[in-house]
């Protein structure tokens, strides 16, 4: 970094800390605030939000989203024009418009940033998207320190959308693979099931999701009967088959959908 860069951490959990940590080792000048008193130690510990945030170039909101709305309401007494306050916690677009009305009332810039991978063993090189006032400033300052950001908007919540568009297909996803782990472990085929699995995720390209999603549409019909025939299935090896119903249901809309067009 050109400048030292001076960060304050709201929110010492797993994701504060490894950040914070990294920030350090960049170079950055760090204190942090967490009200539990078993929270990481790996940066400067501030007694309150207002005494972390004041005077920083850099303010991170590392909570949870039930927490967000309360650490910025903690921090925005001490903030001031030409601070930057972003947002990474996983929340929708509504409280992050909200979180935005609130720290942009002090005059200090918002951004929405949205963590697009898991922070565990990545840290600072977590890849992050940013939207908001102040989303260009923080991909300077945080790109600055090591951090790799998108920016993809000037309106809080348009990272956050895409989060949880992406969460949809990764949380899915996870949702089927363990259910169908399950059923192939209660019919003696697990391994086997692992390296069908993981031999179509590392061949995924563009053809493939082409072919999910009109594939679906074309073949709905068919498909209908063969989920459900699976479905039957894990009820018989006693797995509960709520993603096989849901992909069912979805199947059937599909083909009532082409039928009448």
Not at 229 to 253: C, F, H, M, N, Y
């Amino acid at each position: 970094m050109a400048e030292v860069l001076s960060v304050a951490l709201l929110g010492l959990g797993e994701a504060g800390a490894a950040i914070g940590g990294d920030l350090v080792a960049a170079g950055a000048r760090v204190v942090g605030f967490d009200p539990r008193a078993d929270a990481s130690d790996t940066v400067p510990r501030a007694e309150s939000p207002e005494e972390a945030v004041r005077g920083a170039d850099v303010v991170l909101s590392l909570n949870s989203a039930d927490a967000a709305l309360f650490a910025a309401r903690s921090a925005v007494p001490a903030l001031a024009a030409g601070q930057l306050y972003a947002d990474l916690n996983s929340a929708g677009a509504t409280l992050k418009r909200e979180l935005a009305a609130l720290v942009e009332s002090s005059g200090a810039l918002f951004a929405d940033v949205a963590l697009m991978a898991p922070v565990a063993g990545r840290g600072l090189s977590t890849p992050a998207l940013v939207s908001g006032a102040g989303a260009e400033l923080f991909a300077q300052r945080m790109g600055s320190a090591g951090m790799p950001v998108g920016v993809v908007g000037p309106e809080p919540g348009q990272a956050a959308v895409r989060k949880l568009l992406r969460s949809v297909f990764m949380k899915g996803l996870a949702a089927s693979v363990t259910e169908a782990l399950a059923a192939a472990s209660a019919a003696g085929c697990e391994d086997w099931l692992r390296e069908e699995i993981a031999g179509a995720l590392s061949s995924a390209d563009g053809a493939l999701v082409e072919r999910f999603e009109t594939g679906s549409r074309k073949h709905a019909a068919r498909r209908v009967h063969e989920v459900e025939d699976a479905t039957a299935l894990l009820r018989e090896l006693g797995v509960e088959p709520r993603i096989s119903e849901a992909s069912a249901g979805w199947l059937k809309q599909l083909r009532d959908e082409g039928a009448t067009e």
